[in-house]
């Protein structure tokens, strides 16, 4: 019942007022005026209507340039394929996860992979860099860049 309450409200309009994580607004426009760019993956499910609110989430959060491209797999799947294709343009550049398993996924494929901290990921992970917050990845992105 819960992945089914879960998929009614990514499905719902409610996704589009999603609020930013802490520092994520100020960090990631930050990046992107230094060149960055962002492409999202995100398991909400693979309805066209989750994509279209969720793009309109990011574009009205974080404005309508930043996140290149949107990539919504299903509910409880993973990420891991889309990693994989993705790896091959993008191998080496910052991951940033909030699951550990996704996490693990993008390491294991050439990533260099960010966990957000948060009380439900608190296990072992070792070679991936945990954070507290987006300035954190900022930090590590501009002094190792």
């Known amino acids: 019942r819960s992945l089914e309450l879960i998929l009614e409200f990514n499905n719902s ?3 589009k007022t999603l609020l930013p ?5 100020r960090n990631i426009k930050l990046l ?13 499910g693979d309805c066209p209507q989750a994509y279209r609110n969720r793009i309109e989430n990011l574009d009205n959060v974080f404005g309508p340039d930043v996140f290149q491209e ?8 993973g990420k891991t394929q889309k990693l994989t294709e993705l790896a091959e343009y993008y191998y080496g550049c910052p991951w940033v996860e909030d699951h550990v398993k ?4 993008g390491h294991a494929v050439g990533y260099r992979t960010f966990l957000m901290n948060h009380p439900y990921n608190q296990t072992d992970s070792p070679n991936i860099t945990r954070v507290n917050d987006w300035w954190g990845i900022t ?4 002094t190792n860049a």
């Open 13 to 15: 309009s409610q996704i």
């Open 21 to 25: 994580l802490r520092d994520s607004v």
């Open 32 to 44: 992107h005026s230094i060149g960055y760019h962002f492409i999202a993956i995100t398991a909400i």
């Open 70 to 77: 949107l990539y919504c797999t299903k509910l409880a799947t």
């Open 102 to 105: 996704n996490a693990h996924d």
């Open 139 to 142: 930090k590590e992105i501009l």
